[in-house]
């Protein structure tokens, strides 16, 4: 196995190549005429294979190891609107289950859990697992439903995510279905509250200037 790493070349000779398949530069050769390996010629008619085109062979001969894969990680996060959610272990739950259900296929997964509006941008945990995407840290974020991690903008997010060959995983739990869709309702009445005294706020200030006229 090899890692990507161990390519420091831009081109490499028959010879090079036949110490990295482990066969004779003959048995490359052959490889070359049946168009197997994609060799450049030079005026000389040397042969010379581009480190692309080596990787590429070497991952499909099972043979390469991918370093900058290999330091990414898996996330799992975990997301309340309340603390009375919070003392009865909805956090804790939501962890839980997606570990369950997809364990065995995370790497080194890190657990991130909070309580807060999806409203709220700002969020602590949340802000640690952009910068740790924007890092190249992360392979996929696991969570129990898209609004776990943003109410609005999720396909912001997601975009900018994939970006950074870093994917979102929403694995449903349906015993958690009520619960989501009370939190909607007691963001949707935040919404409206917050832009009703913006636009209090605004009328107030337009009442005020034309006093003064």
């Known amino acids: 196995m090899y890692r990507k790493s161990d390519l420091t070349k831009a081109y490499y000779k028959t010879g090079e190549v036949a110490s990295f398949l482990g066969i004779t530069p003959r048995a490359v050769q052959l490889k070359d005429m049946r168009g197997e390996l994609p060799f450049e010629h030079t005026d000389t008619g040397r042969r010379i294979l581009s480190r692309d085109s080596l990787l590429a062979y070497l991952d499909k001969c099972n043979m390469l190891y991918d370093d900058e894969e290999a330091g990414r990680r898996d996330l799992v996060y975990a997301r309340v609107s309340s603390q009375d959610q919070k003392s009865h272990g909805d956090l804790d739950r939501q962890a839980l289950f997606l570990i369950e259900h997809e364990g065995k296929d995370m790497r080194n997964p890190l657990i991130l859990e909070e309580c807060g509006s999806g409203m709220d ?3 602590p945990k949340l802000q640690q697992l ?13 969570v129990t439903h898209r609004d776990r991690l943003a109410r609005f903008g999720f396909e912001y997010l997601e975009t900018a995510f994939a970006e950074h060959g870093t994917n979102i995983i929403a694995v449903r739990d349906e015993s958690q279905d009520k619960a989501v869709q009370e939190e909607l309702v007691e963001d949707m009445m935040s919404l409206i509250a917050s832009f009703s005294g913006k636009l209090y706020g605004l009328r107030s200030r337009r009442n005020r200037k034309g006093d003064g006229q």
């Open 121 to 123: 941008a700002k969020r």
């Open 130 to 142: 952009i910068k740790m995407v924007m890092r190249n840290e992360i392979r996929n974020v696991y």
